[in-house]
Every structure is written in structure tokens, then in C-alpha cells.
């Protein structure tokens, strides 16, 4: 899974590096980006970074939406939505320019 930032999606290639399928389109409805920055897989869940839609999505690993919080930088000085995403147990952490958020779900 790698985003492809300039095209608004998130491509799933094969180890050998072919390109299997495309996920999203540009948009702000769920399943769609527009400057997906950051991804992180846990298990059977994909979670991708949109900079400029000011969210984190969670999907399923073949695309679909399943959830969606919206992440504005926690710094006043700041003006960027989240540039990456890692999670840790319950934990998702959004990095965003000049530092990070920690948030919890289920």
C-alpha cells in the first residue's frame, strides 16, 4: 500500500512492485482523498492521512469506508491536516508539520 499523492489514491502492489488496484478518487466523500500523505495498516483495517480533507479514514484493506475523524493540527502556528498516521494497540497517532495528536478508538 503506498499513496499516490498527485493521482488522490492509495495503490496496493504486489511484492514483486506491479500494481494491483487503486483505491479511492478524488473527493471528500468517504473512500475519496485529496492529498493522502500518510497510511497505516492494522490487521484487516486501513487507515490513510488526507492533509488537505483535515482527516484520518479508516477502510477495510480492499477500499471500503468504515470510519472517518477529522484532525486539524493541535498546534496554533500550525495550518496542515495530518501528514501520517501510525497505530499502536488502541491508539492512532496523527503526525502532523511540527508535532503529533494521540487519539483512541474502538
Known amino acids: 500500500y ?18 494491483l488496484r487503486e483505491i479511492g478518487e478524488r473527493g471528500t466523500s468517504p473512500g475519496e482523498f485529496l492529498v493522502p500523505l500518510g497510511i497505516a495498516i492494522d490487521g484487516p483495517v486501513l487507515y490513510v ?13 480492499s477500499g471500503e469506508p468504515r470510519a472517518e475523524f477529522y484532525s486539524e493540527s493541535p498546534y496554533d502556528d500550525v495550518d496542515a491536516g495530518p501528514q501520517g498516521v ?17 487519539y483512541r478508538y474502538y
Not at 86 to 102: D, E, K, Q
Open 2 to 19: 503506498i499513496t499516490n499523492t498527485p493521482e488522490s489514491k492509495v495503490g496496493v502492489y504486489s511484492t514483486a512492485g506491479a500494481l
Open 86 to 102: 501510525v497505530v499502536r494497540g488502541p491508539y492512532v497517532v496523527v503526525l502532523f508539520r511540527g508535532g503529533i495528536a494521540t
Open 49 to 61: 492521512a488526507d492533509d488537505a480533507n483535515n482527516r484520518v479514514q479508516k477502510l477495510t484493506l
